[in-house]
């Protein structure tokens, strides 16, 4: 459990409306459910968005009641459905959403999402001065500020179930598997899920990739016995197709190794034990925040406490992957 800021009320307000915005993720549902029942507490009334801003540029959007919220905590994806919105960069749409959300009388805007998407809320925040608060919902768990995200520890488990999969075919048939996990630009998923496979070896974005220290480490726990089979969990990166190139890579140096893609199953299925909790509370207290006269924040976690991130600081600073970690990942696989 999470030790949560106590805040006071400062302010009032009658309606919110909340958004999912971006690649969906696992507890997304259960975040919707515990802004919106907590906003029915205080008599606010909120405005499910459909699609992201995609739904808000078009004014898709309906005030949800208690019953909307029903029967959703246990579902995966997200019941606003979620989309990429690249018109969303530009100063004029954005100024075209403020305007819709004021015909309607709405005067704060919750978005749940990655980092593209929070970038979107604070632009949003700081061009029309409409309250914004986020909340880190992504399955890649790359948001500064925050230890933790709506959706990674489901994505975890569900690559750690395919790959635990994975391990009894490849050790039955002596075969090395190159296993993709998500992560375009971070290697948080793939270095939590490879500690705990215990994968033999793990290549993220952070770090360039050597062919020959990588054949060179097969070889070696080859010769030490350890090595007839084994996973290496690959962050998908930017490049396309990189874990079969890694694969082509490898065959020079004389490995055939299997390539198992995982892809989008990360992002469904239903949410942990974990994730519901996480996301409830950051549901919950997004609107505390809001009536605490907080704006422009992402609620997150730090040390095992609710806190308050400025949006701001989400574009100006990255979360880097922790070298002890790495550090402990590589020494668990020598
Ligand atoms: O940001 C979440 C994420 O799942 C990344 O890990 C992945 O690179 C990307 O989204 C895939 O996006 P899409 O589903 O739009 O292809």
């Given amino acids: 459990m999470y030790n949560l800021p106590s805040l006071d009320v400062v302010k009032t307000f009658s309606s919110v409306a909340i958004l999912t915005s971006g690649g969906d993720a696992p507890g997304m549902n259960a975040a919707i459910r515990g802004a919106v029942r907590s906003a029915l507490h205080h008599n606010i009334t909120v405005y499910g968005v459909q699609r992201g801003f995609s739904g808000l540029l078009q004014d898709d959007m309906e005030p949800l009641n208690s019953s909307s919220v029903s029967n959703i905590v246990q579902r995966g994806g997200t019941f606003l459905k979620s989309a990429r919105c690249p018109e969303f960069h530009t100063t004029e749409s954005r100024a075209l959403a403020a305007n819709i959300l004021q015909r309607r009388g709405i005067e704060a805007l919750i978005v749940i999402g990655g980092d593209g998407s929070l970038t979107g809320a604070h632009l949003f925040e700081e061009e029309t001065g409409i309250p914004v608060i986020g909340l880190p919902g992504t399955i890649d768990n790359d948001i500064f500020g925050t230890e933790d995200t709506i959706g990674f520890d489901t994505a975890m488990n569900t690559a750690l179930d395919a790959i635990d999969r994975i391990r009894d075919t490849a050790d039955s048939h002596e075969r090395h598997f190159l296993v993709e996990v998500m992560g375009r630009n971070s290697g948080f998923l793939a270095t939590h899920v490879g500690i705990a496979a215990g994968a033999e070896m793990i290549l993220v974005p952070e770090h360039a990739i050597n062919i020959e220290e990588v054949a060179l480490q097969l070889v070696t726990s080859h010769r ?99 070298p002890e970690l790495l550090k402990i990942a590589l020494q668990l696989h020598k």
């Fill in 224 to 322: 030490s016995g350890m090595g007839s089979s084994g996973i290496i969990v690959v962050a998908e990166g930017n490049k396309p197709d990189l874990t079969h190139n890694i694969a082509q890579q490898l065959q020079q140096h004389g490995f055939t190794p299997h390539v198992s893609i995982l892809g989008h199953i990360q992002r469904g299925g239903t949410p942990s034990g974990h994730d519901r909790v996480l996301a409830s509370c950051l549901g919950a207290i997004a609107i505390d925040f809001l009536l605490a006269g907080y704006s422009d924040i992402m609620v997150g976690v730090s040390d095992g406490a609710v806190v308050d991130v400025p949006l701001d600081d989400l574009i100006r600073y990255r979360k880097g992957l922790d």
